[in-house]
């Protein structure tokens, strides 16, 4: 089975970053059209993660990585779990609200949505690194 971890991980990357910002830009001017575009943005992006970590499980199995690569493999790994892991809570949080940032809890949702920013984007550059730096999965 060719690898398509590459091909899939640049769509939860580019549609969570696109949603988060979309909903600080509905909280910040008050607007709901907005914060729906980044719900939307939100459901997309964690079944574009649930895609991107099964598909990094299965070229785990496939590539050869060894000597100073071992290690940013490993951290990629667990920051991608991580990752996967805080966006289907936020999702399933949003769920529970019909899509809605829950007005009560509202700065602790969007602390949660930017720790979970930062997740998503140093699994990305650990990912680049494996690819650029040491060659993983490059024929
Ligand atoms: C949220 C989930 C994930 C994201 C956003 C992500 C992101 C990335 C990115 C951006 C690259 C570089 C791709 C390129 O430049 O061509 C990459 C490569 C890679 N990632 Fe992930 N990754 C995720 C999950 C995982 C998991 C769970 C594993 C399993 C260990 C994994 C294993 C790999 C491998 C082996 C590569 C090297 C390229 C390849 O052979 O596929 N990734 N990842």
Redesign the pocket.
């Known amino acids: 089975m060719p690898?398509i971890?590459?091909f899939l991980?640049?769509f939860?990357?580019a549609l969570y970053l696109t949603g988060l910002f979309l909903d600080l830009l509905g909280v910040v001017r008050r607007d709901p059209a907005p914060l729906r575009a980044g719900w939307y943005l939100l459901a997309a992006s964690c079944m574009g993660?649930i895609l991107?970590?099964g598909?990094?499980?299965l070229?785990?199995g496939?590539?050869d990585?060894r000597g100073p690569a071992l290690e940013s493999?490993a951290l990629?790994?667990q920051l991608?779990?991580a990752?996967?892991a805080g966006?289907c809570l936020l999702f399933y949080w949003r769920l529970t609200y019909r899509g809605d940032i829950p007005v009560s809890h509202r700065n602790l949702y969007l602390l949660a949505a930017l720790i979970t920013a930062g997740l998503?984007v140093s699994?990305?550059l650990?990912?680049?690194i494996?690819?650029?730096e040491h060659g993983?999965?490059v024929r």
């Open positions: 690898d971890h590459p991980v640049h939860p990357i993660c991107a970590v598909s990094g499980l070229a785990k496939a590539v990585v493999f990629h790994e991608a779990l990752t996967g966006v998503m699994t990305g650990l990912g680049g494996l690819v650029f993983i999965g």
